[in-house]
């Protein structure tokens, strides 16, 4: 993206404003897609929309033949106002109500993923076409402990030793198990964990009495200190070589189609320097804007968008947040930035806007979507209104 069409869009909608080019998450389709199809002619591509729900990436993604991994009713909800049907749809939630389950019947959602036995029982009376199973494969894999979900005793899944349990229990109901899923854990930069992981999932997929479908989920990961996404080609011939059957086989890209589709940009409000030290920048996103680095430790390059001097210094990159954790970047060199000058933080099209919120009542940042460097949407700034506009009856008190 060129500054100066950066620096415009920011005069224009204000900051802090995400920036999202979907030029980008079409190529990340396409490299996805082509790198399994090579094997697999039985391909199903799912969306896990958490990623990033903007209704123009599902669009685009609807119109390239991707499906939807929902992991609430409002995702496949918002999935289905967009265009998706619902054999689009597989429906993954780490738990749901009987109410929850039947709205996805209501709305005919094809894949219904159990996660325990309980969600068996309260499927029941229900139908789906395609019913699989989450399993907890006891694997370590992702960026940060916090999201290896495939771990032993975590709460995704359902672990090895009550899976024939689950089977019986599905016998009893009437319900036809036809699948198997897991989802390891995200950010994954190798292939090993995959091609441990379908070891494991074969051999419990020759227990079904149907066998449609593997679901190998998400995870797929991205270098956030090169800018390189993980070498697909490489994950789809390991799964290749220990799958032997001409079966459909499923995933669920999140972050890696929409990563670096997006830049969050922001203005500096203020640098701040102690005994000559210690130097801040104080700038208007934080972690109610970008989660991600004091969540997970995570780490964002960062830009400065206006060039000034030459001497680069150190400088923690802090939010306007009252909390201590309230950083997007620690220990950066950058060439002495002022206030007013503009900040991009890179590749935080994942898991960036998903998880904002309004704490200490700031604003969720507004979005512009971009295609082939012209803005083709919006997503307005929340206004006061929209956000305290709900409590009702204090004129009661
Ligand atoms: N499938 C299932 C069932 C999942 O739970 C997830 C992500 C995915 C697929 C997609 O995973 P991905 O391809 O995006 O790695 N908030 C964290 C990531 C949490 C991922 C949650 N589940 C972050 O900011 O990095």
Redesign the pocket.
Known sequence: MDNSLIINLAEKYGTPLYITDLDIVEKNYRKIESSFKKYFNKLKI?Y?M??NYNPFILKLLKSLGSGI?A?SPYEFILAEKIGFNGKDISF?P?NASKEELNVASIYGVDTL?LDSLDMLENSKGLRFKNYGV?INPSIEA???E??M?GKAYSK?GVDISSFNKLIEKSKEIGIEINGL?A?I????LDEKPYSILIDKMTKIFDNLSKKDFIDI?????YNYMTGEHIDTDKIASVINDKFPYDKELRI??????VVNASILISRVNGVKEIDGRKKYVQIDAGMNSL??PA??N?FHRIKLLNENGDIEEKYDVVGPICESDDYIALDVRLKRPKVGDYIAILDVG???IS?ASNYNLRPIPAEVILKKNNVVGIRERDSLENIVGKYKGLDNL
């Open positions: 799912f896990a958490k990623a991994d992991a993954a780490p993923i989450r992702g960026f940060s916090k999201v979900t995704f899923h989802h854990g995200s950010g994954i989920g998400g995870g797929f990961g669920e890209p999140g972050r890696y189609l989660i991600r969540l997970y995570a994942a898991y960036g998880m």
